[in-house]
């Protein structure tokens, strides 16, 4: 916790940036480095919120901005001060899938894998990187342990899977992955399929493929030489993910089968 005040010739009305851990909605800017937050404020009315982040530390603050009387100031001046508590940051910092701090904990929760201090570093992300499978292996092959993220387009339901297993190690080949599963990030669903039964298609001209014990694809990225559609499937009896109430998949909120556009897929390597 830290104070600076700012004395201007100007007025004794002052503006005032408290940082405080309030929930930042999806319709609150974020302005980018908080070193414009002094500029941003001075053209906002008193009560808008907005986020910034220190690009060194890459700590994220939540801010809104008040008007207040503030007595040291003399009629000719007027002083500005904020108050700053960063937000708690999620472990995936840098995703694009709005992963909250709860959600964060919990993902990493789920990886069973001895050993790990689950920390996170973005390896590959296909708004960034391009939507080509050879895009994805170029940048993903080599690495074990890592949680791959899907955004449905239509739906915007987020879901996710998990190999253990380096993606270039062997190429159009059916590999056992006992730390393997696949998950609903929104609904919060949990598939682990039967130990010896999570298996992971390797091949070059898609991205994560997860199957099950009978070599069914469960959940795959890729379409033609691009992973720009997934397919998501739910209701085996091995691997089970749920369908809802409307027959759609618990995974994309949309019609079991088929393959539906996604606007965003990301590779984490968790160390």
């Not at 170029?138 to 190999?163: C, H, L, M, P, W």
């Not at 130990?195 to 795959?220: H, Q, T, Y």
């Amino acid at each position: 916790m830290f104070v600076i005040i700012i004395q201007m010739n100007i007025a004794l009305i002052v503006t005032v940036l408290i940082f405080a851990s309030f929930g930042a909605a999806s319709t609150v800017p974020h302005i980018g480095n908080c070193s414009e937050a002094f500029s941003f404020a001075e053209e906002q009315i008193p009560g808008t919120k907005f986020t910034c982040a220190n690009q060194t530390t890459l700590k994220v603050w939540d801010c809104k901005v008040i008007e207040i009387m503030f007595p040291i100031c003399s009629k000719e001046e007027q002083c500005k001060s904020f108050n700053c508590q960063h937000r708690t940051r999620s472990d995936f910092l840098e995703s694009n899938m709005r992963i909250t701090v709860d959600e964060s904990k919990w993902l990493l929760e789920q990886i069973k894998v001895p050993n790990l201090n689950r920390k996170t570093v973005l390896l590959f992300q296909a708004s960034r990187d391009g939507w080509k499978a050879s895009d994805y292996h170029k940048k993903v092959d080599g690495y074990t342990n890592i949680y791959i993220f899907y955004k449905f387009k239509e739906s915007q339901r987020r879901a996710a899977g998990f190999t253990s297993l380096d993606q270039g190690i062997s190429y159009y080949d059916f590999l056992n992955d006992r730390q393997a599963f696949i998950l609903s990030i929104d609904k919060r669903i949990v598939s682990t399929g039967s130990k010896d039964g999570r298996k992971l298609f390797v091949w070059p001209i898609c991205g994560p493929f997860f199957i099950d014990e009978d070599n069914s694809a469960v959940m795959i990225a890729g379409y033609q030489d691009t992973i720009d559609k997934q397919l998501a499937l739910c209701g085996f009896r091995n691997y089970y993910m749920p369908l809802e109430d409307n027959y759609s998949c618990s995974l994309s909120g949309l019609y079991n089968g088929g393959y539906h556009e996604i606007d965003e897929l990301e590779v984490w390597h968790i160390l």
